[in-house]
C-alpha cells in the first residue's frame, strides 16, 4: 500500500489538540467533496420477525458485511454470533455466554474473513469460527507481564492477524490536560508479537479561569481507531485530523474538512443542569475516577469526530461530532431529523466524499457496495438494517 505524508509523527509524541479560540460559524464540511448516496429504501432487514427464532436482536454491538453479501451480526446480550443471508435468512449461530472453547464473553466487535470464516473480537482473546460455525481457534492476548492487559480491536482480511490496543493511565499535568500512555501490539499465528508505545492524543480543551484543562468527563468522547492490515487509524475526538500509523512508515497526520464548534450558552446551561445532577447522584467524596467538585464547568469547544470506521480498502468512514444544543450528550443512536453526514478519507489521498446518513440509522459496517447500521422499533428492539451505496 503506499501512501503520501502529509507530516511525520515520531513514536512518543503527544499530539497538540488545542482547538482554534475562532468562534465563526463553520460552513457544511466536506461541502465540495463528491456526494455519496444510499438507497431510500433498505435492501434489507435483519431481526424484524421474531416469530422466527434467531432473528430476535437485543443488544447489537457490532455488524460485518461479507463479500457475498452476508451479515454477520454480533449480540451482546446473548454473546452470539449470528450469519445471515443476503436475504435476510438465519445461516449460521455461533458461540454463547460463558469461559469454555468458543464460549464468548464481552463481546466487541465481529469480523468476517475472506475464506468465509469469522470471528469474535473480546478483550483479551479472539474466537474464530469456521463457516459453518464450529469452533477453529482461540487467539489469547500476548503474555500480559510484557505488554498491558490487550483489548482485542481489529483483524486483518484472513483473519491471522490480531491489532490490539490496551490504555495506560490518566496522567493529568499541571494544566489538566490529559495525555494517556498507549500499547499497540500485533500478533500472528506464529506468535509473533510487535509492540509500539506512543502517547496518546490530548483531548480537546477547556478553560479554568482563564487556563486551559482537561474538558468535563460527559464531553469527552472515547478516542476512537479503525484498523486495515497494516495501519490504524486514530482519532480523539479533539481536532481536525486523523492520525495514521503505519507498520512501515510510522505516524503521518492526515487533515479532515471539520472545524470545532464553540460551545454557545445554551449548551452552558443544558450542561450545568447535566453536571449538577452528575455531583447530587455521586458525591465528590465518593470513589469516582476525578473528583466531580475538580471537573471545569464547560469546554470552550465541542469535539470534532465522534467515531471511525473502515471500509475494508483504503478507506476510513468519519463521523463528526453531532452539532446540537446537548452537544456533551453522544447518544448511542443519530438524533437529527436529517440524517448524519460523514466524510469518506482514502488514506493514500485525504477527503473524497460525503455520505448522509437515514435519520435514526447507528452506522456499523461499510461494504463494497453497501453499508449496514441499526435501527430501533418504537419498543426498543433492535434489528439491522443493509442500504446499497452508489459511489460516483
Same mark, same amino acid.
Given at each position: 500500500?503506499?501512501?503520501?505524508?502529509?507530516?511525520?509523527? #515520531?513514536?512518543?509524541?503527544?499530539?497538540?489538540?488545542?482547538? #482554534?479560540?475562532?468562534?465563526?460559524?463553520?460552513? #457544511?464540511?466536506? =461541502?465540495?467533496?463528491?456526494? @455519496?448516496?444510499?438507497?431510500?429504501?433498505?435492501?434489507?432487514?435483519?431481526?424484524?420477525?421474531?416469530?422466527?427464532?434467531?432473528?430476535?436482536?437485543?443488544?447489537?454491538?457490532?455488524?460485518?458485511?461479507?463479500?457475498?453479501?452476508?451479515?454477520?451480526?454480533? +449480540?451482546?446480550? !446473548?454473546?452470539?454470533?449470528?450469519?445471515?443471508?443476503?436475504?435476510?435468512?438465519?445461516?449460521?449461530?455461533?458461540?454463547?455466554?460463558? +469461559?469454555?472453547?468458543?464460549?464468548?464473553?464481552?463481546?466487541?466487535?465481529?469480523?468476517?474473513?475472506?475464506?468465509?470464516?469469522?470471528?469474535?473480537?473480546?478483550?483479551?482473546?479472539v474466537t474464530a469460527f469456521e463457516p459453518v460455525g464450529r469452533i477453529l481457534r482461540v487467539t489469547f492476548a500476548p503474555d500480559e507481564r510484557a505488554v498491558p492487559p490487550q483489548d482485542a480491536s481489529g483483524v486483518n482480511a484472513r483473519c491471522d492477524q490480531v491489532?490490539?490496543?490496551?490504555?495506560? !493511565?490518566?496522567?493529568?499535568? =499541571?494544566?489538566?490536560?490529559? =495525555?494517556?500512555?498507549?500499547?499497540?501490539? @500485533?500478533?500472528?499465528?506464529?506468535?509473533?508479537?510487535?509492540?509500539?508505545?506512543?502517547?496518546?492524543?490530548?483531548?480537546?480543551?477547556?478553560?479554568?479561569?482563564?487556563?486551559?484543562?482537561?474538558?468535563?468527563?460527559? @464531553?469527552?468522547?472515547?478516542? #476512537?481507531?479503525?484498523?486495515?492490515?497494516? =495501519?490504524?487509524?486514530?482519532?480523539?475526538?479533539?481536532?481536525?485530523?486523523?492520525?495514521?500509523?503505519?507498520?512501515?512508515?510510522? @505516524?503521518?497526520?492526515?487533515?479532515?474538512?471539520?472545524?470545532?464548534?464553540?460551545?454557545?450558552?445554551?449548551?452552558?446551561?443544558?450542561?450545568?443542569?447535566?453536571?449538577?445532577?452528575?455531583?447530587?447522584?455521586?458525591?465528590?467524596?465518593?470513589? !469516582?475516577?476525578?473528583?466531580?467538585?475538580?471537573?471545569? !464547568?464547560?469546554?470552550?469547544?465541542?469535539?470534532?469526530?465522534?467515531g471511525l470506521l473502515a471500509d475494508g480498502s483504503t478507506r476510513v468512514w468519519v463521523r463528526p461530532y453531532p452539532d446540537s444544543s446537548n452537544g456533551f450528550k453522544a447518544d448511542r443512536a443519530p438524533a437529527a431529523s436529517h440524517g448524519e453526514r460523514w466524510i469518506?478519507?482514502?488514506l493514500n489521498t485525504g477527503p473524497v466524499a460525503t455520505v448522509r446518513i437515514p435519520p435514526g440509522l447507528r452506522l456499523l459496517a461499510i461494504g463494497a457496495d453497501r453499508v449496514a447500521g441499526v435501527r430501533e422499533t418504537a419498543e426498543g428492539a433492535e434489528y439491522?438494517?443493509?442500504?446499497?451505496?452508489?459511489?460516483?
Amino acid at each position: 500500500m503506499a501512501y503520501s505524508v502529509f507530516g511525520a509523527f #515520531s513514536l512518543g509524541m503527544t499530539y497538540a489538540c488545542a482547538p #482554534s479560540s475562532d468562534t465563526r460559524t463553520p460552513q #457544511s464540511p466536506g =461541502s465540495s467533496l463528491v456526494v @455519496w448516496t444510499l438507497s431510500e429504501t433498505p435492501l434489507e432487514n435483519v431481526g424484524l420477525d421474531p416469530m422466527r427464532p434467531g432473528h430476535e436482536l437485543s443488544t447489537v454491538v457490532d455488524v460485518a458485511i461479507g463479500r457475498t453479501g452476508t451479515v454477520l451480526v454480533g +449480540d451482546a446480550a !446473548s454473546q452470539e454470533l449470528r450469519r445471515f443471508s443476503p436475504g435476510g435468512e438465519l445461516r449460521v449461530r455461533a458461540g454463547r455466554r460463558g +469461559d469454555g472453547p468458543g464460549d464468548l464473553a464481552f463481546l466487541g466487535g465481529v469480523a468476517e474473513c475472506d475464506d468465509g470464516a469469522f470471528v469474535a473480537l473480546q478483550p483479551r482473546r479472539v474466537t474464530a469460527f469456521e463457516p459453518v460455525g464450529r469452533i477453529l481457534r482461540v487467539t489469547f492476548a500476548p503474555d500480559e507481564r510484557a505488554v498491558p492487559p490487550q483489548d482485542a480491536s481489529g483483524v486483518n482480511a484472513r483473519c491471522d492477524q490480531v491489532t490490539w490496543l490496551s490504555r495506560g !493511565s490518566l496522567p493529568i499535568d =499541571s494544566l489538566g490536560m490529559l =495525555s494517556q500512555q498507549w500499547t499497540l501490539t @500485533w500478533t500472528d499465528l506464529a506468535d509473533t508479537v510487535e509492540v509500539r508505545r506512543f502517547t496518546g492524543l490530548q483531548r480537546f480543551r477547556t478553560e479554568v479561569n482563564g487556563m486551559p484543562a482537561m474538558a468535563a468527563i460527559p @464531553w469527552q468522547p472515547e478516542p #476512537s481507531w479503525a484498523v486495515f492490515d497494516s =495501519s490504524i487509524v486514530w482519532a480523539s475526538g479533539a481536532v481536525d485530523t486523523l492520525h495514521v500509523w503505519h507498520r512501515r512508515l510510522g @505516524w503521518r497526520a492526515l487533515p479532515v474538512p471539520l472545524e470545532a464548534r464553540a460551545i454557545v450558552p445554551k449548551d452552558r446551561e443544558a450542561y450545568a443542569t447535566h453536571r449538577a445532577a452528575r455531583i447530587a447522584e455521586n458525591p465528590p467524596e465518593g470513589r !469516582s475516577l476525578l473528583p466531580l467538585k475538580a471537573l471545569p !464547568s464547560v469546554p470552550t469547544h465541542a469535539p470534532t469526530i465522534a467515531g471511525l470506521l473502515a471500509d475494508g480498502s483504503t478507506r476510513v468512514w468519519v463521523r463528526p461530532y453531532p452539532d446540537s444544543s446537548n452537544g456533551f450528550k453522544a447518544d448511542r443512536a443519530p438524533a437529527a431529523s436529517h440524517g448524519e453526514r460523514w466524510i469518506v478519507v482514502d488514506l493514500n489521498t485525504g477527503p473524497v466524499a460525503t455520505v448522509r446518513i437515514p435519520p435514526g440509522l447507528r452506522l456499523l459496517a461499510i461494504g463494497a457496495d453497501r453499508v449496514a447500521g441499526v435501527r430501533e422499533t418504537a419498543e426498543g428492539a433492535e434489528y439491522v438494517v443493509v442500504h446499497t451505496l452508489e459511489r460516483r
